[in-house]
C-alpha cells in the first residue's frame, strides 16, 4: 500500500500520481504554485484516485468564492464515484459540507480526521483554515497543537505546523509563543508564507513597526516569489506603513503588491482590497478611482451571501464607491440569508448584516446608528471569521463615527483601548490626539 509524503496509505498505485499529489500536498502547504495543477497532473496519471479528487474539492471550497463552485461540485461528484479510503472519504465529505455552507460539521469533520490521523497535515491545515474562517481562535491553535505530538523537528510538514500553531497561539494572544514558533518555521522554509503571516500578526496586535516592516520588507524575496498568499502579506505590510502614516506607500503597495490586476475579481484579494481602501477613506486619504474600479470587480459577488464576511468586504466597496443601489443589493441578500438556518445566517444576522447597515449608515452620516450596530457587534464578531488585525476594521469605524458625531465618551473609551493595546502604535497616537482635540473643542 502506498502512503503519501507524511505516511497515510492512499488509494493509488500510481507512483506517478501519488508523486504529483504529494507535489500538491508541498504547494498547499506553502500557499504556493499551483496546486490544483499538481493534483490535475495526479489524476491524469490516476483518474480514480480519490484522495486527489477530496484534496481538489477541499482546496476550491476554501476559496469562499463562487466562482470555482463548479470545479469544486464536480471534483466531489468523481470523488464519491473514485476509490476512496475511510479517510479520504472523510476528506471528501468534510468538502461538500462546506460547499453546502454546513461550515461547522465542515470544520468538526476535518478535525476528527486530524485526530485519528494527526499525520494527515493536509486534514489538519483544512481545518485551521477552517477555523479562520469562522473564527473559532482556541481550535486554530489546538488542532495542529494536537496534531504536533506526531511531528518531530526535521519532519517533513514540521515547519508549516508549527506555522499554523504558531498563528493560533497570536489570535488566543499569546504573542511570545506565537513569535517563537513562527520565526522557528520561517528558518527551517523561508518560503512558508503562513508562518512569515503568523509573525506579521504578532507585529500587527503590538503596533510594533520597528520589527514589522522590516520583517516583511526584507524577506518578501523568500515567501512573495510564486505565493498564492503574497496579496495577504503584503496587505500587512501596507496596515504597517498605515500606523506610521505614510499613505502614499500605502497606495503604491495597493496598485503594485495588494492589486496588480485592478479588474481581477478573485475574492480573497479583493477582501483585502477593501479592507484597506475603507481604512484610507476613514483616515480621509483620497484613494482616487480604486473604490470604483474594486466595486465593478464585486459586483458579481453582491448578491452571494453565503459567508457574511465576504459580505461586509462588497458593502465597503460599494459604499466606497458610492455604488447605493448596489450597497442595497447586497444589504437584501444578507436580510434574506440572515432569515436562513444554517452556519452563515447566525454569522449574517448577530455580525455580518449589523455591521453592514453600519457601514451603510457611516456613509449616510448616521454616525449615532453606526456606533450603536457596531458597539452591539464588536464583541461577537470572531464568529464571522477573519483575524483580529482583519476585524480591527469595525472598531477603527466606530471610532470615527464617534468622532465624527462628536460622541466624545464613546471615542475616548475606543481610543484609549487602541493605546493600550499598542502603545507603540503612531496610529493609535493620532486617533487619541483627534479624541482630545474634541474634548478641548467642547470644552472652548
Ligand atoms: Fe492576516
Given at each position: 500500500m502506498l502512503k503519501d509524503r507524511y505516511?497515510?496509505?492512499v488509494s493509488t498505485s500510481s507512483q506517478a500520481a501519488l508523486a504529483k499529489y504529494d507535489e500538491a500536498l508541498d504547494l498547499i502547504r506553502l500557499y504556493r504554485g499551483d496546486p490544483v495543477s499538481a493534483l490535475d497532473a495526479a489524476l491524469g496519471e490516476d483518474p480514480d484516485f480519490g484522495a486527489a479528487w477530496a484534496a481538489r474539492a477541499g482546496l476550491l471550497v476554501q476559496q469562499t468564492d463562487t466562482a470555482y463552485a463548479e470545479e469544486a461540485a464536480k471534483s466531489y461528484r468523481?470523488?464519491?464515484?473514485?476509490?476512496?479510503?475511510?479517510?479520504?472519504r472523510a476528506h471528501l465529505e468534510a468538502a461538500r459540507a462546506w460547499s453546502e455552507g454546513r461550515y461547522n460539521d465542515s470544520a468538526i469533520g476535518l478535525a476528527r480526521v486530524a485526530q485519528e490521523n494527526p499525520r494527515d497535515?493536509?486534514?489538519?491545515?483544512?481545518?485551521?483554515?477552517?477555523?479562520?474562517?469562522l473564527g473559532m481562535q482556541q481550535e486554530l491553535r489546538d488542532w495542529p497543537l494536537q496534531a504536533m505530538r506526531a511531528f518531530k523537528r526535521g519532519d517533513d510538514g514540521y515547519g508549516p505546523l508549527l506555522g499554523m500553531v504558531a498563528f493560533g497561539m497570536e489570535e488566543c494572544g499569546d504573542f511570545a509563543r506565537a513569535e517563537a514558533m513562527g520565526r522557528e518555521a520561517v528558518e527551517i522554509d523561508p518560503r512558508d508564507g503562513w508562518a512569515v503571516h503568523a509573525v506579521a500578526h504578532v507585529n500587527e496586535m503590538r503596533g510594533d513597526l520597528d520589527r514589522g516592516i522590516p520583517w516583511l520588507a526584507d524577506n518578501a524575496q523568500h515567501w512573495a516569489p510564486e505565493s498564492g498568499f503574497a496579496y495577504h502579506n503584503w496587505w500587512h505590510l501596507a496596515l504597517l506603513y498605515l500606523d506610521m502614516g505614510d499613505f502614499s506607500q500605502v497606495?503604491?503597495?495597493?496598485?503594485?503588491?495588494?492589486?496588480?490586476?485592478?479588474?481581477?475579481?478573485?475574492?480573497?484579494?479583493?477582501?483585502?482590497?477593501?479592507?484597506?481602501?475603507?481604512?484610507?477613506?476613514?483616515?480621509?486619504?483620497?484613494?482616487?478611482?480604486?473604490?470604483?474600479?474594486?466595486?465593478?470587480?464585486?459586483?458579481?459577488?453582491?448578491?452571494?451571501?453565503?459567508?457574511?464576511?465576504?459580505?461586509?468586504?462588497a458593502i465597503m466597496a460599494f459604499v466606497g464607491a458610492g455604488r447605493v443601489v448596489?450597497?442595497?443589493?447586497?444589504?437584501?441578500?444578507?436580510?434574506?440569508?440572515?432569515?436562513?438556518?444554517?452556519?452563515?445566517?447566525?454569522?449574517?444576522?448577530?455580525?455580518?448584516?449589523?455591521?453592514?447597515?453600519?457601514?451603510?449608515?457611516?456613509?449616510?452620516?448616521?454616525?449615532v446608528e453606526?456606533?450603536?450596530?457596531?458597539?452591539?457587534?464588536?464583541?461577537?464578531?470572531q464568529r464571522f471569521g477573519g483575524s483580529h488585525a482583519q476585524r480591527d476594521v469595525l472598531t477603527l469605524t466606530v471610532l470615527h463615527a464617534a468622532i465624527k458625531g462628536g460622541l466624545r465618551a464613546t471615542a475616548e473609551a475606543?481610543?484609549?483601548?487602541?493605546?493600550?493595546?499598542?502603545?507603540?502604535s503612531p496610529w493609535a497616537g493620532r486617533l487619541a490626539r483627534q479624541v482630545r482635540a474634541l474634548r478641548e473643542k467642547a470644552a472652548a
Amino acid at each position: 500500500m502506498l502512503k503519501d509524503r507524511y505516511g497515510n496509505p492512499v488509494s493509488t498505485s500510481s507512483q506517478a500520481a501519488l508523486a504529483k499529489y504529494d507535489e500538491a500536498l508541498d504547494l498547499i502547504r506553502l500557499y504556493r504554485g499551483d496546486p490544483v495543477s499538481a493534483l490535475d497532473a495526479a489524476l491524469g496519471e490516476d483518474p480514480d484516485f480519490g484522495a486527489a479528487w477530496a484534496a481538489r474539492a477541499g482546496l476550491l471550497v476554501q476559496q469562499t468564492d463562487t466562482a470555482y463552485a463548479e470545479e469544486a461540485a464536480k471534483s466531489y461528484r468523481a470523488g464519491v464515484a473514485a476509490r476512496l479510503n475511510d479517510r479520504e472519504r472523510a476528506h471528501l465529505e468534510a468538502a461538500r459540507a462546506w460547499s453546502e455552507g454546513r461550515y461547522n460539521d465542515s470544520a468538526i469533520g476535518l478535525a476528527r480526521v486530524a485526530q485519528e490521523n494527526p499525520r494527515d497535515l493536509l486534514a489538519v491545515q483544512f481545518a485551521h483554515t477552517s477555523c479562520f474562517y469562522l473564527g473559532m481562535q482556541q481550535e486554530l491553535r489546538d488542532w495542529p497543537l494536537q496534531a504536533m505530538r506526531a511531528f518531530k523537528r526535521g519532519d517533513d510538514g514540521y515547519g508549516p505546523l508549527l506555522g499554523m500553531v504558531a498563528f493560533g497561539m497570536e489570535e488566543c494572544g499569546d504573542f511570545a509563543r506565537a513569535e517563537a514558533m513562527g520565526r522557528e518555521a520561517v528558518e527551517i522554509d523561508p518560503r512558508d508564507g503562513w508562518a512569515v503571516h503568523a509573525v506579521a500578526h504578532v507585529n500587527e496586535m503590538r503596533g510594533d513597526l520597528d520589527r514589522g516592516i522590516p520583517w516583511l520588507a526584507d524577506n518578501a524575496q523568500h515567501w512573495a516569489p510564486e505565493s498564492g498568499f503574497a496579496y495577504h502579506n503584503w496587505w500587512h505590510l501596507a496596515l504597517l506603513y498605515l500606523d506610521m502614516g505614510d499613505f502614499s506607500q500605502v497606495l503604491k503597495l495597493y496598485d503594485e503588491k495588494i492589486r496588480p490586476d485592478p479588474d481581477s475579481s478573485i475574492v480573497l484579494q479583493s477582501i483585502d482590497a477593501s479592507a484597506l481602501l475603507w481604512r484610507l477613506k476613514l483616515e480621509g486619504v483620497d484613494v482616487g478611482n480604486r473604490f470604483a474600479t474594486l466595486a465593478a470587480a464585486w459586483e458579481r459577488s453582491a448578491e452571494d451571501a453565503f459567508y457574511a464576511f465576504n459580505d461586509l468586504h462588497a458593502i465597503m466597496a460599494f459604499v466606497g464607491a458610492g455604488r447605493v443601489v448596489d450597497a442595497e443589493r447586497t444589504l437584501k441578500a444578507m436580510r434574506h440569508a440572515a432569515a436562513d438556518g444554517g452556519d452563515n445566517a447566525y454569522m449574517t444576522r448577530k455580525v455580518g448584516l449589523p455591521a453592514a447597515e453600519a457601514f451603510v449608515a457611516f456613509e449616510a452620516g448616521r454616525y449615532v446608528e453606526c456606533v450603536e450596530k457596531l458597539a452591539a457587534a464588536r464583541g461577537l464578531a470572531q464568529r464571522f471569521g477573519g483575524s483580529h488585525a482583519q476585524r480591527d476594521v469595525l472598531t477603527l469605524t466606530v471610532l470615527h463615527a464617534a468622532i465624527k458625531g462628536g460622541l466624545r465618551a464613546t471615542a475616548e473609551a475606543f481610543a484609549a483601548e487602541r493605546l493600550a493595546h499598542k502603545p507603540q502604535s503612531p496610529w493609535a497616537g493620532r486617533l487619541a490626539r483627534q479624541v482630545r482635540a474634541l474634548r478641548e473643542k467642547a470644552a472652548a
